[in-house]
C-alpha cells in the first residue's frame, strides 16, 4: 500500500529550464509536506516542506506546491542547474502521528 | 556541526548471519527512524520511536528484524538470521519533531547478504 507515489521514475531537463516533480499522496490525513535530495551515497538532505494550510512554499530555485483537493504536490527547480541532478523524493506525514512515509523517488538529470 | 551517523559504512556477511547496524541521534532530537532504500519501493519505514519508545515497526519483518533504543545515543537495527533479499542500504533519520519537523539522514549501511 504505497501511501506516496511518484509516478516518474526519471526525468531530463536541459540548464537553465524549469524542473517539475511531481507527488501523489492517497491518506487524507496527511497534513505536512517534505522534499528531499539523495546524491549518491550519501544520505537525503532536507530541501523544503508544506504545511496543508498553504498551497506554496518558496526557497530560492525551490517551489513546493500543494493541491489538496487533487492530493498533489509538485516541485519546481527553476532554473535547473547541473548539480541539481539527484534522487528527489517525497515524504508525508500526519501531525502527531511521527510516522514520515517516502515515495519511490525521481531520478532528475540536468543536462549542461 | 551535528549529524546522524551510523556504522558500519558497509557490510558483507553471508546468508544465516546475524547484522547489526547502530545510529547515532542528532543530540537532542525525540524521533528516530530506520528507512531501507529500496528500488521497488523507494525509502521504506522500518520502524521509529519518540523518546526511546518505539511506536511502530510494523514496517519490518518480525521474525528476523528487531529495531531497539537502549539509550538516547544509540538505535540499533538487528538482522536475525539475514537473507539475501535483505540486501539495500538502511538509512537512520532524527528529528525534533513537535506534532511535525523535518528529518535529518545518515549516510546510510550498505548491506550485502550473500
Redesign the interface.
Known sequence: D?QVK?NSPSLSVQEGRISILNCDYTNSMF??F?W?KKYP??????LI?I?SIKDKNEDGRFTVFLNKSAKHLSLHIVPSQPGDSAVY?C?A?A??T????????TRLKVLA | DARVTQTPRHKVTEMGQEVTMRCQPILGHNTVFWYRQTMMQGLELLAYFRNRAPLDDSGMPKDRFSAEMPDATLATLKIQPSEPRDSAVYFCASGLVRGTGELFFGEGSRLTVL
Open positions: 504505497q511518484q497534513d505536512y517534505l528531499y551515497a550519501e544520505g537525503p538532505t532536507f516542506s504545511s523524493f515524504a506525514t501531525s502527531g511521527y510516522k514520515y512515509i517516502f515515495g519511490t523517488g
